[in-house]
């Protein structure tokens, strides 16, 4: 994918409010997807996975959207808090790889 | 603790000098990973162990770049003749069984700056 270097894309939303962080992907043979949560200065923190066999999938205050047709996934966070401004990414590996292939992220900043 | 530790935390280096980075993953975990993140980007893979053997090095960028997980637990990350692109946080991931479609628990990473 392409490199945004240091200029991540931003979102700032206001306390309360929902969020959405969108993620493209390129390997149409991906069937697994995982959003981490990475607070400055600490290690990647899963928050939700979702498989290619469904489209959407809720955890606590988060949605998971995947749209296979046009390679799209998309995180939801309801009722966004200060403590969810962070970095967020999506990963996606296939069945025949070893490895997970990050997005490059999505900075979130919640306005108190 | 029960998460995954890495060793320094922070390590600068002149160029030239070589460097190494420790892993401690998860009591049990089969599989580990080693990935490179530079500032402000995603991490890339580096490598990946499943027990002490090394199944996949692909992502390693150099021959300068070594990896090693003896015993099956813990790992180092070496680093030969560092050089300023090699500059970035370097991440471990451990996983209970195998690297597909499972969740990988991330370790603080180590802040490697090469001066």
């Known amino acids: 994918g392409e490199s945004v270097g240091l200029h991540l894309p931003t979102l700032s939303v206001q306390e309360g409010d929902n969020s959405i962080i969108n993620c493209a992907y390129s390997n149409s043979a991906s069937d697994y997807f995982i959003w981490y949560k990475q607070e400055s200065g600490k290690g990647p923190q899963f928050i939700i996975d979702?498989?290619?066999?469904?489209d959407k999938r809720q955890g606590q205050r988060v949605t998971v959207l995947l749209n296979k047709t046009v390679k799209h996934l998309s995180l939801q966070i309801a009722a966004t808090q200060p403590g969810d401004s962070a970095v967020y990414f999506c990963a996606e590996n296939s069945l025949t790889g070893n490895q997970f292939y990050f997005g490059t992220g999505t900075s979130l900043t919640v306005i108190p | 603790g029960a998460g995954v530790s890495q060793s320094p935390r922070y390590k600068v280096a002149k160029r030239g000098q070589d460097v190494a980075l420790r892993c401690d993953p998860i009591s049990g975990h089969v599989s580990l990973f080693w990935y490179q993140q530079a500032l402000g980007q995603g991490p890339e893979f580096l490598t990946y162990?499943?027990?002490?053997?090394?199944?996949?090095k692909s992502g390693l960028p150099s021959d300068r770049f070594f990896a090693e997980r003896p015993e099956g637990s813990v790992s180092t990350l070496k680093i030969q003749r560092t050089q300023q692109e090699d500059s970035a946080v370097y991440l471990c991931?451990?996983?209970?069984?195998?690297?597909?479609?499972?969740?990988?628990?991330f370790g603080p990473g180590t802040r490697l700056t090469v001066t």
């Open positions: 991931a451990s996983s209970l069984n195998g690297p597909l479609r499972v969740e990988q628990y």
């Open positions: 162990f499943q027990n002490e053997a090394q199944l996949d």
């Open positions: 979702i498989r290619s066999n469904m």
